[in-house]
C-alpha cells in the first residue's frame, strides 16, 4: 500500500513538473512578424530609444532624418498623448513606433491586468495617431517573467549593449562608446530624454556611417535572416549568419 502511495504521489509530481514545464516552452500565439530586409549588409546596427518622447526627441528625429537613418521608439503613453505630433514625424519617417507601456511600470511588481492595461491603452493611443497596430513592445528596466511575456501578443526587444546613456550623461563617453563597441547584429538601448544622448548619437552615426555601418529598424535586423518574429519571446541581438537571438 505505501508502496502504491509512493508511485501515485511520484506520477502525480511529474505530470505536475511536465505540465509546468510545457507552459514555459509553448507560446499561445501563434502569429509570427516578418518584414523585408531592406538591405543584406554584414554592418548593421538597430539603434534603439525608450522613455520618450521628450524634449530632445524634435532634435533627434531631425538629425536623423538628414542622415536618412532609421530607428526604432519604445514610447510611453503618459508621454506620447502631450506629443502627438512627435509620433506622427517617426511614423511618417519610417522609425518602428514600439510600446513602453503608459507609466513605465515595473513588470516585477505587476500583476497581468495592469500590464495589459499599460501595454493596450499606449497601445491604441499609438495606432490612432499613426493607423497601424503595434507589434513591438519593450519592458521598462528589460525586467519580466517569461510567464508573463506568454500572455502577451506582442514581440519583446531588449538590447545587447548600451553606453547607459541615464548615468554617463557625457556627450563624448556616450559617443566613444557607440563607436568603440559598434559590432554588427548590435540593438543599442538608448534615451532621448537624456540631454547629452542626441548630439552624442548623431556623432557616432556619422561616425559610423564612414566605417560602413548602416543603422535598420530593430524587426528589420530581427529579421534579416529569414526569421520569423514570435509574440511571447524577447529577442535582443541577430548576427550575420545565424537566427536572431531570444530569451
Ligand atoms: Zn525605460
Known amino acids: 500500500m505505501k508502496k502504491r502511495n509512493r508511485k501515485i504521489i511520484i506520477s502525480f509530481v511529474s505530470l505536475l513538473f511536465s505540465a509546468v514545464l510545457l507552459s514555459y516552452i509553448t507560446t499561445p500565439f501563434e502569429k509570427d512578424f516578418y518584414v523585408n530586409p531592406s538591405s543584406d ?18 532634435e533627434l528625429l531631425d538629425g536623423l532624418r538628414e542622415r536618412d537613418v532609421k530607428t526604432s521608439f ?53 495606432e490612432s495617431i499613426t493607423g497601424e497596430k503595434v507589434q513591438f513592445f519593450r519592458p521598462p528596466y528589460g525586467y519580466y517573467f517569461g510567464t508573463q511575456l506568454n500572455k502577451i501578443d506582442m514581440i519583446a526587444v531588449l538590447w545587447s549593449d548600451t553606453p547607459r546613456d541615464w548615468v554617463n550623461i557625457d556627450i563624448d563617453y556616450i559617443c566613444n562608446y557607440i563607436v568603440e563597441n559598434a559590432k554588427d547584429g548590435q540593438i543599442i538601448l538608448l534615451h532621448d530624454t537624456k540631454d547629452a544622448t ?49 530569451i
Open 198 to 246: 542626441v548630439p552624442a548619437v548623431l556623432k557616432a552615426i556619422d561616425i559610423l556611417l564612414d566605417e560602413g555601418y548602416e543603422f535598420v529598424r530593430a524587426d528589420e535586423l530581427l529579421c534579416r535572416n529569414g526569421d520569423y518574429l514570435a509574440a511571447g519571446l524577447a529577442y535582443r541581438y541577430c548576427p550575420y549568419n545565424g537566427r536572431a537571438w531570444y
Open 41 to 58: 549588409s554584414k554592418k548593421q546596427i538597430a539603434l534603439t530609444f525608450d522613455d520618450g518622447p521628450g524634449k530632445y526627441t524634435q
Open 74 to 126: 519604445f514610447l510611453m503613453g503618459s508621454k506620447v498623448e502631450k506629443h502627438p505630433e512627435l509620433i506622427k514625424q517617426m511614423y511618417d519617417d519610417g522609425h518602428l513606433i514600439g510600446c513602453h507601456t503608459w507609466s513605465h511600470i515595473s513588470f516585477f511588481k505587476s500583476s497581468m491586468d495592469e500590464i495589459h492595461a499599460e501595454l493596450s491603452s499606449t497601445n491604441e493611443l499609438l
